[in-house]
């Protein structure tokens, strides 16, 4: 069973940056698609960002495109999620999940193996 243990978060004023990190013990982790899920206070668990197992496929949900950017190494087995622009609404609990070997796809249910997630706060 891969462990993934995220850090990287933190309490930020609006307009700043953070960078999360996720680390995986699974040797295979280069054949995995890697995600990143989200959960506001009081919201349901969502999708932001998933990175191909090559890294040549990206997605992100609307409310981040063009201000957060998911990137791997695979060589560190890590995987990362760049945030600037912050906002208040960004925040909340954010996972990284596993997703399918050998197959880009990133529908949200397609994510399990959940790390234990890392608190971002954004104070306006």
């Known amino acids: 069973q891969v462990q993934l243990v995220e850090s990287g978060g933190g309490l930020v004023q609006a307009g700043g940056s953070l960078r999360l990190s996720c680390a995986a013990s699974?040797?295979?982790?280069?054949?995995?698609?890697m995600g990143w899920f989200r959960q506001p206070p009081g919201k349901e668990r969502e999708f932001v960002a998933g990175i191909s197992w090559r890294g040549v496929t990206t997605d992100y949900a609307p409310s981040v495109k063009g201000r957060f950017t998911i990137s791997r190494d695979n060589a560190k087995n890590t995987v990362y999620l760049q945030m600037n622009s912050l906002k208040p609404e960004d925040t909340a609990v954010y996972y990284c999940?596993?997703?399918?070997?050998?197959?880009?796809?990133?529908?949200?249910?397609?994510?399990?193996?959940w790390g234990q997630g890392t608190q971002v706060t954004v104070d306006s």
């Open positions: 999940a596993r997703g399918p070997k050998f197959d880009a796809t990133m529908r949200p249910r397609d994510f399990g193996s």
């Open positions: 699974e040797r295979a982790f280069s054949t995995y698609t």
